[in-house]
């Protein structure tokens, strides 16, 4: 990623997508908390929902309603690939920089929002479409963001669909999580060469690269478990890169949710703050060098778990 602002004009933004086939891994939690320590950090950071769910944007105090469902990027996604005039992505994006207010030398914070119906609809258009209308979303839409934003994360849904498709084609890096549940790794796995088959796909057009894996929802060192264990080391084995930082089970992280205000943003000196400061340091880190120097977490000691046990028994 340029330096903040640095040469904001021809930069288009990086885009780092955030996925996984698996359900509630904590893509919607990963996807607002690095996109709010980015844009703390200082870079003007744009979140993108491609989830009729349309969580992201509901984290961040932003929900289309009545009115609203304009502005979904549902509409502008059908409109676009249908050759029918369409706004631009920067008229319906909103300006939820009011998020950070307490940060004095935050960059900005936009939403391009999703809304259920619409985005549901968007998905059949595409379904029905040739895979040449993959690179929709990067092509027409991410490439007015030129200039505006220096980063735009996306959150995507939980399944193989046409919606997951358009978010890997659109993005230059994509992050994957696991949780300490041995059905998440699977959901990991079936990603990574789905990212390394796009380039051939779009015959060079997209040409997005795995960046690792988080390990969400662990438990602390103290209270690891076998499964804990097991888990990371399959992740380090299986080539998924994880990365050195954790980010551990806390309700601050879950509760923020209904204060509109990700746990990065309200605990930044606690440890949902330090954790997500150091995974965003490691990712910068790997996006600015080659992927033989990436710092890779190591495997963990089986020992660590049996000493952890014998602790809780005592
Ligand atoms: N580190 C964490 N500590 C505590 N709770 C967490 C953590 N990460 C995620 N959660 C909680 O787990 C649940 C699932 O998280 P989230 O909605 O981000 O997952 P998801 O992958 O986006 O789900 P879906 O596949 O439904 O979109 C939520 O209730 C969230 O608050
Ligand atoms: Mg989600």
């Known amino acids: 990623m340029p330096d903040q602002r640095a040469e904001d004009e021809e930069n288009p933004p990086t885009v780092i997508a955030v996925a996984s086939q698996k359900g509630g891994v904590g893509k919607t939690v990963t996807t607002v908390n690095l996109a709010c320590r980015l844009a703390m950090a200082g870079y003007d950071v744009a979140v993108l929902d491609l989830e009729p769910q349309a969580q992201a944007g509901s984290a961040l105090g932003v929900e289309l309603t009545g009115d609203l469902i304009r502005r979904s990027l549902g509409l502008v996604l059908q409109h676009t690939v249908q050759n029918v005039p369409s706004a631009a992505v920067t008229e319906i994006m909103f300006d939820a920089s009011e998020v950070l207010s307490q940060y004095e030398d935050a960059g900005k914070l936009f939403v391009i929002a999703s809304e259920e119906s619409t985005m549901t609809a968007a998905q059949n258009v595409f379904i029905t479409q040739p895979f040449t209308a993959t690179p929709t979303l990067r092509r027409m839409i991410l490439s007015q963001l030129t200039g505006v934003v220096d980063c735009v994360i996306i959150d995507t849904p939980p399944a193989v669909s046409s919606l997951n498709a358009l978010a890997i084609a659109a993005s230059d890096y994509v992050l994957t999580l696991c949780n300490p549940e ?53 992740m380090v084995r299986g080539g998924l890169l994880p990365f050195v930082t954790d980010i551990r089970k806390d309700t601050r992280i879950s509760e923020s949710y209904l204060h509109k205000r990700p746990a990065v943003v309200r605990y930044l000196k606690h440890a949902p703050g330090k954790q997500y400061t150091a995974l965003v340091e490691e990712i910068l880190e790997r996006i600015g060098s080659p992927a033989p120097e990436w710092k890779v977490a190591a495997e963990w000691a089986e020992s660590d778990v049996e000493a952890a046990e014998e602790s809780v028994d005592a």
């Open 182 to 234: 041995y059905q998440t790794v699977k959901g990991a796995f079936l990603l990574k060469p789905t990212v390394e088959a796009m380039a051939e796909l779009t015959r060079g057009e997209c040409t997005p690269s795995y960046l690792g894996s988080i390990f969400n929802i662990s438990n602390p060192e103290s209270k690891r478990t076998n499964q804990d264990v097991a888990i990371h080391n399959s």
